[in-house]
């Protein structure tokens, strides 16, 4: 768990969702509850946020153990982010969200943020963030709102660290950076690279284990997708080993600062 800016709890690791739809996102939301996941992220981009939401019901986890994260992913005016907001809380049948995001530095962001913090002030929000924002909107940003945010989701791997970043974040704001695309989605030779290989076979764990534990050493909070069990499996065990002081210094000169995607 991590301690968020307004004393928030947040699991470090949780289920990322992107690409799963209909009764696979019911069922693989459902059987990563009962493994004992607990941080959930959706996004209204994804349109599973109802699948996500009946998964968790059907689980019989309950609401109070479970942390629920959906994302604003069209530009809206402050009245129709209110609406938005009323609507989603009502379609996933929920009284609140534990953490809404910006899924992007829109250019009606302080108006869509505005109404977000209208929702937290009423206890319907617990926390709210943003993702993929740069420094320096970041930096503008946060002189804009009455609470800053707590969760910056961004990408984040062992190719591109965000470690200036991070600092930076936490320096202003005390925010907290999130690892979207934690595997890189497979590209860049993650899986066949000699280095993560070595501490792999060093730890008796996979490479994906030894990238997730990297992360939450960092406190960087991070949420693989997975649409198989024995993915579920492997990604949540990585709390009975930890990376030494040689296998951090190895990783860090992995970073290259460049993103995998050609829109950032």
Known sequence: MITLNNGIRMPLLGLGTY????????????????????????????????ELAQGLRESGVPRNELFITTKLSSGMDYERTKRHIEQ?????????????LLHSSFSQRIAMYKAMEEFYEQGRIKALGISNFREQVYLDF?????????????????FLQHRAYQELMQKNGNCKLE?????????????????LKQIASK???????????WLVQREVIVIPKASKIEHLKENISIFDFELDSTDLAQITKLDTGKSSVNWW
Request: hydrophobic share 40%.
């Open 88 to 100: 989603t809380l009502k379609d996933m049948k929920l009284e609140y969200l534990d953490l809404l």
């Open 203 to 213: 730890h008796n764990k996979s490479i994906a284990q030894v990238v997730l534990r």
């Open 179 to 195: 690892s979207w695309s934690p595997f890189v989605s497979g590209r860049n030779g993650i899986f066949n690279n000699k280095v």
């Open 19 to 50: 690409g799963l739809n209909a009764a696979e996102c019911v069922n693989i939301t459902r059987e990563a509850a009962k493994l004992g996941y607990r941080l959930f992220d959706t996004a209204q981009m994804y349109g599973n946020e109802n």
């Open 142 to 158: 946060i002189k804009t709102c009455k609470i800053v945010p707590a969760v910056n989701q961004m990408e984040t791997h062992v």
